[in-house]
């Protein structure tokens, strides 16, 4: 049965990283909820406005939001068989909403929390920077770009600092996830399917123990 591989981790754990890792070497979709809304926000609509407001304050989008532009993105073809999401659910009202989803997805979960412990996601937030064009994540303190402030494959392109991985920024949305996000790993263990990945590693590290934890558990072939 296909699954829907539900990536956990306090911001900055490197839940983005892995995801597209797993997009790029096993194709499978990634779904970054994150990555949605900051597209989103740019628009001149009134939601847009809303989600950039909530977003600068390191707080939730509505649950009811997140949702239906979730189900709207798993719909498409390329969600048909196995598919990642990543920062999605992050509320317990959220976690409901996916298991109704899979449901009539015919697809089963799988959790995974990426665990990092928390005295090291403050430099790994605020050391971080985006390339705009190809999402690549570099950080300045572990992952530097060979010119800096510029992407390896993008190198025109200047890097992005996240407005939100500012220093006063990633309190609040640390807060904000021991307080929404944190539950649902007992949500997920109480019913056998949270598989935990120590995250203290480099990303290819990590890669690889996700990569094994997935194939043992039959999530991915
Ligand atoms: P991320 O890139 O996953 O750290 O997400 C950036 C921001 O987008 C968060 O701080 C929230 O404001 C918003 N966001 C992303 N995913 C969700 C979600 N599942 N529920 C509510 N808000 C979200």
Do not use: W
């Amino acid at each position: 049965m296909s699954r829907i591989v539900v990536l956990i981790g306090a911001p900055g754990a490197g839940k983005g990283t892995q995801a597209r890792l797993l997009q790029s070497r096993l194709g499978i979709p990634q779904i970054s909820t994150g990555d949605m809304f900051r597209e989103m926000k740019t628009a001149a609509t009134p939601l847009a406005k809303e989600v950039q407001r909530i977003m600068d304050a390191g707080e939730l989008v509505s649950d009811e939001i997140t949702f239906e532009m979730v189900k709207d993105r798993t719909s498409r073809e390329d969600c048909r068989a196995t598919y990642v999401l990543d920062g999605f659910p992050r509320t317990p009202v959220q976690a409901e909403m996916l298991e109704s989803l899979a449901k009539d997805q015919g697809k089963e979960i799988s959790a995974v929390l990426i665990d990092v412990p928390f005295e090291q996601l403050e430099q790994r937030l605020t050391g971080r920077r985006n390339c705009p064009v190809c999402g690549e994540i570099y950080n300045i303190y572990s992952k530097a770009p060979k010119v800096e402030g510029f992407c390896d494959l993008h190198p025109e392109e200047k890097l992005v600092h996240r407005s939100d991985d500012t220093t006063e920024m990633v309190k609040e949305r640390l807060e904000t996830y021991q307080v929404n996000t944190q539950p649902l790993l007992d949500y997920y263990e109480k019913s056998e399917r949270l598989l935990k990945i120590d995250a203290g590693g480099t990303p290819e590290e990590i890669y690889s123990a996700l990569e094994k934890a997935l194939a043992a558990n039959n999530a991915i072939a």
